[in-house]
């Protein structure tokens, strides 16, 4: 025993993480290009059930954006969201 | 010389080491009278264009997307080639140096329409980041190997990146030229309200701040360095870890640093600026860069600047860059009582660190200014200029 603490069997990345890069890549990074969780839905063909969780998690952690519209809300990646995704590329 | 620099990376836009060192270089060639454009990808809240420190920055949009990130990186590509017409039309490029396989599509491209020297440089490769696994990796390691065959030149931060290169990707010794990263020193030389700029990380005045600054990915090692906490908080009571950076291992980290018991003790900053780094950095009582894969290092050269002294794996370009006993201490990559050990010989002889950080400062300012290595590129360029591959 060394008596450190464990490392953790496996990790990988995790799937919000993975979901904040899809909409990265797909183009919503401000807030001119920021789009609704219907157009998600249809760019990632996820569940927007699935994508409704995954962005209340990234909006905890400040990685995305919200513009609140009477018709639906609309989405973006932050600029620390940006660098985020960025660290799993270079 | 009229000089292209394309990267992806370009502040505000950071992320690793390639946004400094692009901004870096192409500051230091204009101090030597070349004129620098440097074309890259947007960032909230940044101009299409501007000029900084004389040299001229364009940026590209990408209007197109797609959520495979391969998809993504190409279509960027096609933009940035459009932007890199419109910078060519103002500057009329001599030569394009590319900054790693990210962007490498839009430099050939140019290389072959302007009929124009291309220097590449490789800060890193796939193979070495992740060994190769899957199809997308594959792709990344060929676009590596395209690059390094279609440059006229290729440049590497260090011998051990030297070595990776000719030996992967079978480039021939001879079109290869080592040139490390450069550091502006006198952005350390600034003075800094130290223990102002600890206690905004929760680090009082009688604390052993043990700093890391990096990417939280694997290859970072930074794991190994959370696992140190009951050690040498059992050594130093007074033991502070500040965990900078950003990356998707963080709450992965964060579970790992509450399973040490410790989780007190360690503070997971995320991203800050580089005009708090430089404070940050200053106020730290020991640097510690516990990397398993690293071609170069630039955060112990900044660590060496702000005459802190670096605990670094003996890995790669970071154990050419850091001298054991000398102007740092190595310790084994992926163990924690190796890591442990190195920190606590530094905080534990005073005499000792002031040795260790009057070397590493000398060493700093004569190999790594931005000078030295401003003119060593340049010597590169004239090399790719004249097609001399020797």
Redesign the interface.
Known sequence: M???????PS?K??EE?LFL??LH??????TTRAITIEEISK??ERETSEIQYNLSKLQELGYVLTIQESRADRFHVS??G???V????? | MRICLLSW?FP?????G?ARHVFGLAKALVKKGHEVGVVTLD???TPDYEEIEGVKVYRSK????????L???FLFNHFLEKRLATANRDMNFDIIHIHDW?VAPAGIAFKHLLKKPLVCTMHSTEHGRSTLHGPDSYMIDGMEWWACYEADRAIVTSNSMQGEVCGHFHVPREKTDVVPNGIEVEKYDLEVDRWATRRRYGVGDNDKMILFIG???PQKGV?YLI??A??IGWRFPEARFVIV?????R??LE??AN???QRWRINFT??IPDSELVALTKGADVMVVPSVYEPFGIVALEAMAARVPVVASQVGGLAEVVEHDKTGVHVYPRS??SIAWGVERVLSDQGYRDWLVKNAYETVTKRFSWQAIGEQTAEVYKKALKGDNS
């Open positions: 060394s008596g450190y603490p464990p490392v953790a990790y990345v995790p993480f890069c899809m890549n797909i183009g919503a990074v401000n760019w990632t600029p620390s940006i660098r985020k960025l660290t799993l590329y270079s | 990376e505000p836009r950071i992320v690793g390639i960032f909230p809240g990408t209007e197109v997307g797609h959520p495979n990130f998809t993504w990186a990210l990417r939280l990915v794991e696992r140190t009951s050690r950076g950003e990356g998707w291992m709450s992965h579970w790992l399973q040490t018991g995320g991203f924690p009582d």
